[in-house]
């Protein structure tokens, strides 16, 4: 085949992936709604789509629509709940790091949640861990009072540490603070479906909901973190 005849096919080939990809975004979004992400799955002739915060598999044809996990057999791990941790805003997240932070959670919390702040003591005495945590005020207005107090803190991190192991009530609220980041992670919580705190997720895709001690956190980072 001659090299421009060569280019030509290529061509098609990448134009005929693209009518692909844009006919099953087209088909579920008549079905769910608008699509945020579209990508190849790691099975073959499913495609992977983002709807409101929520992952689904489409077949290439549009004609099937799975809602579930995909797991990779040889390994046991879970890919869509995996993905769905690593797409997490993080930057709209209060971080904090002990250690070398190589293990990595998330949670959703509510600063008047009595078991939040038991997980807040238990999150100091944690090994080489980087905690995000998603401020989630569903317990009241209090809640969200407190909630933008800490938000417009010079140091989230000191603020929400403070108020949750100690008790000691975060400064008040400046005059000017953008509380986008705030709304938008209520909005993440309520996406994900997280009707109770604390909410816990892991970086191999493991959700708890509820408390459990800093010994169980360690389990649960041991495969991760080697």
């Known amino acids: 085949m001659k090299p421009s005849l060569l280019a030509a096919a290529l061509a098609c080939v990448s134009l005929a992936a693209f009518a692909d990809e844009s006919d099953v975004k087209k088909a579920v979004e008549a079905k769910l709604g608008k699509v945020e992400k579209i990508a190849?799955?790691?099975?073959?002739?499913?495609?992977?789509?983002?709807?409101?915060?929520?992952?689904?598999?489409?077949?290439?044809?549009?004609?099937?629509?799975?809602?579930?996990?995909?797991?990779?057999?040889?390994?046991?791990?879970?890919?869509?709940?995996?993905?769905?941790?690593?797409?997490?805003?993080?930057?709209?997240?209060?971080?904090?790091?002990?250690?070398?932070?190589?293990?990595?959670?998330?949670?959703?919390?509510?600063?008047?949640?009595?078991?939040?702040?038991?997980?807040?003591?238990?999150?100091?005495?944690?090994?080489?861990?980087?905690?995000?945590?998603?401020?989630?005020?569903?317990?009241?207005?209090?809640?969200?009072e407190k909630s933008k107090a800490i938000w417009c803190a010079p140091d989230k991190s000191k603020a929400w540490t403070d108020w949750m192991t100690a008790g000691k009530a975060p400064p008040a609220v400046p005059a000017k603070c953008d509380m986008s980041g705030l709304d938008k992670s209520a909005q993440l919580g309520r996406k994900l479906r997280i009707n109770g705190t604390p909410a816990i997720f892991f970086s191999g895709g493991e959700r708890v909901g509820g408390y459990i001690p800093a010994a169980e956190i360690e389990k649960r980072f041991a495969p991760a973190g080697g």
């Open 40 to 144: 190849r799955a790691p099975m073959a002739g499913i495609w992977e789509v983002t709807v409101d915060g929520q992952i689904f598999y489409a077949d290439d044809k549009a004609t099937y629509l799975i809602f579930g996990n995909l797991l990779e057999m040889k390994t046991g791990k879970n890919i869509t709940a995996e993905r769905q941790f690593n797409s997490l805003p993080l930057d709209l997240a209060v971080k904090q790091v002990r250690g070398n932070g190589k293990n990595v959670m998330v949670t959703f919390e509510d600063p008047n949640c009595g078991y939040c702040k038991k997980l807040a003591k238990d999150i100091l005495t944690l090994k080489d861990a980087t905690v995000y945590t998603f401020l989630y005020p569903v317990l009241g207005d209090d809640s969200y």
